[in-house]
């Protein structure tokens, strides 16, 4: 299954990640992970990334089409991986479907967690304390929530207009926003 989990910041994509990818047997990607690693690796790349993800906006799709490329064409992602955080601007669903059509794939289907604003700001100033994440401050999360609304937003039509797209409440607890997930997938056993 090749599936892409998509919300606002902090409406609980990475949380489900792991979550929905142990369930089906595929390869979370999280490209807000993959970005966090190379800055505490101090790499070229996460140099690069660590101004735009301090800033809340989203570094330039040229770095994140080329990481997601690389990525996908490892040997466990041939058969079936989630996205989590890509795409998130037109580009790199331009970017995404010239990937699948070099394995000749396709998307399956597109979850959006759909989460209450007030909620979503409580929540990552809860891991602000708990992780200290440089991008967890009040203003910082503004700039994140306003970046989403003018770029990613925009594509849950686009995903629409493909018929696979799939919007899940993201209120309530972990378990409980999975166990509509794997509904909506329809995923049995969760
Ligand atoms: P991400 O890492 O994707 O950050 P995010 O949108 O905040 O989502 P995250 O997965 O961390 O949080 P979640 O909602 O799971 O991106 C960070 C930055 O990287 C971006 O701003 C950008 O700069 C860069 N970037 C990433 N992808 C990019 C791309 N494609 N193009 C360009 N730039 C890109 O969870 C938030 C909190 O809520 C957690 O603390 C979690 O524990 C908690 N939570 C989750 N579910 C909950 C629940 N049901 N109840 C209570 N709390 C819950």
Do not use: C, W
Not at 4 to 13: D, S
Not at 64 to 69: D, E, F, I, L
Request: hydrophobic share 40%; charged share 25%; glycine share 10%.
């Amino acid at each position: 299954m090749r599936l892409i989990l998509m919300g606002p910041p902090g409406a609980g994509k990475g949380t489900q990640a792991k979550v929905i990818a142990a369930k089906l047997g595929v390869p979370a990607i999280s490209t807000g992970d993959i970005f966090r690693a190379n800055v505490s690796q101090q790499t070229p790349l996460g140099l690069e990334a660590k101004g735009y993800m301090d800033a809340g906006e989203y570094v330039p799709d040229s770095v994140t089409n080329a990481m997601v490329r690389d990525r996908i064409n490892q040997d466990d992602a041939r058969g079936g991986f989630l996205l989590d955080g890509y795409p998130r601007t037109v580009a790199q669903v331009e970017e995404l479907d010239a990937m699948l059509a070099d394995h000749k794939a396709a998307i399956d289907a597109v979850v959006v967690l759909t989460v209450d604003q007030d909620e979503i700001v409580a929540r990552l100033l809860r891991r602000a304390e708990t992780e200290g994440r440089t991008d967890d401050t009040e203003e910082v999360i503004r700039r994140r929530q306003d970046v989403y609304a003018e770029q990613t937003a925009p594509l849950i039509s686009v995903y629409a207009g493909h018929g696979v797209l799939t919007e899940v409440d993201g209120m309530g607890t972990v378990d409980e926003v999975s166990a509509r997930v794997f509904q909506a997938l329809g995923v049995t056993g969760a």
